[in-house]
């Protein structure tokens, strides 16, 4: 099974500068081949192959004088970025047909230069050190080791979030770590003011990051409405209102990731209620509350550690 294993990397003011040429070249081809592909959908005319997006837009608009800086990144992510659009409609077509198990899939999106920012690497294009990581056309970039990887990646993707901090998230093949079998079972259903109440009778708070900070998300909140959209302060403001969500979500992440591993290990079959989170979250009374625990996460860590232990994970439908 493949796994993501996520560290912080501190790239110097130059490859924070060509990291930035590198997104801004990912975005335009993406974007460029996205609206291509909408066209073609539009017209009803036959979709397009990844070949021939990848012959348009890389190969013959690095001849073009509105498209030649394309040539000044590395060809690897352009390319990759080419292939995950494909996927990406390749997974929004499944969802309709109802081939795509979970929620419906919506279809991919224009990328903007506010949001997060990716690049995709694949073997040839980085090369893993002891203390760097060598990226091409990006150089040596100085890693945090938080944990090994326990085998070699065969892919990385550089990460900048709104809160202008940098990642690499390698993607690996790991074998199942199956635990000793146990006759534990849990049963776990989620709620508001207390997070978590197990069959047991356990009850486990969570965090609430949002809620013990709300008056500082509210003064940052009204600090960056007063700015002009689009001025420098402004830019300064919304940085500010990015890392505080960082912030919160590093703090919620942290907790469900320790609550879901305590789970999977003490517990042979775990049970969670399914939830209607997404319209759950559209009562704007609870919304705020509710996006502040994290149920949605919260699951997706008891699946992923459930197959990774070789843990029963059920979800049983609402009454």
């Known amino acids: 099974m493949k796994a993501r294993f996520k560290y912080r990397i501190y790239p110097t003011p130059g490859q924070k500068y060509r990291l930035a040429k590198l997104f801004g070249c990912v975005r335009v081809v993406w974007n460029d081949s ?14 397009s192959s990844n070949s021939e997006l990848q012959k348009l837009f890389i190969t013959q608009a690095k001849k073009t004088e509105e498209r030649e800086w ?29 081939q795509q198990k979970g929620k419906s899939i919506k279809p991919p999106k224009f990328k903007s230069r506010k949001s997060k920012q990716t690049a995709r690497f694949t073997k040839g294009g980085f090369k893993v050190g002891q203390h760097k990581i060598y990226l091409a056309k990006i150089g040596k970039l100085k890693i945090v080791w938080s944990r090994e990887l326990p085998t070699a990646p065969s892919s990385v993707t550089v990460i900048k979030d709104s809160a202008h901090r940098y990642f ?20 776990i259903d989620l709620g508001i003011k207390t997070f978590a109440t197990f069959s047991d009778g356990t009850k486990v708070d969570a965090p609430k990051p949002l809620k013990k900070r709300i008056k500082k998300y509210q003064k940052l909140s009204k600090s960056l409405s007063h700015k002009t959209k689009g001025s420098k302060r402004y830019e300064k403001a919304r940085v500010r209102v990015a890392k505080f969500h960082a912030t919160l979500k590093d703090t919620r992440t942290d907790f469900l990731h320790k609550l879901s591993t ?18 759950m979250i ?20 008891l699946e992923g550690k459930a197959e990774k232990y070789g843990r029963d994970f059920r979800v049983i439908s609402r009454p």
């Open 34 to 47: 996205l609206a291509y592909c909408q066209q073609k959908y539009k017209s009803g005319e036959k979709k």
């Open 70 to 98: 394309l040539s000044e990144v590395s060809n690897i992510p352009l390319q990759q970025s080419l292939n995950d659009l494909k996927q990406a409609y390749q997974n929004f077509f499944k969802s309709t047909k109802g």
């Open 168 to 187: 690499l998230s390698f993607v690996v093949e790991i074998q199942p770590e199956i635990l000793p079998k146990t006759d534990n079972s849990v049963g």
């Open 262 to 279: 305590e789970i999977i290990r003490e517990n042979q079959t775990i049970v969670l209620e399914d939830l209607n989170v997404s319209g």
């Open 282 to 301: 559209k009562n704007r009374k609870l919304s705020r509350a509710i996006s502040d625990l994290g149920w949605r996460t919260f699951r997706t860590f």
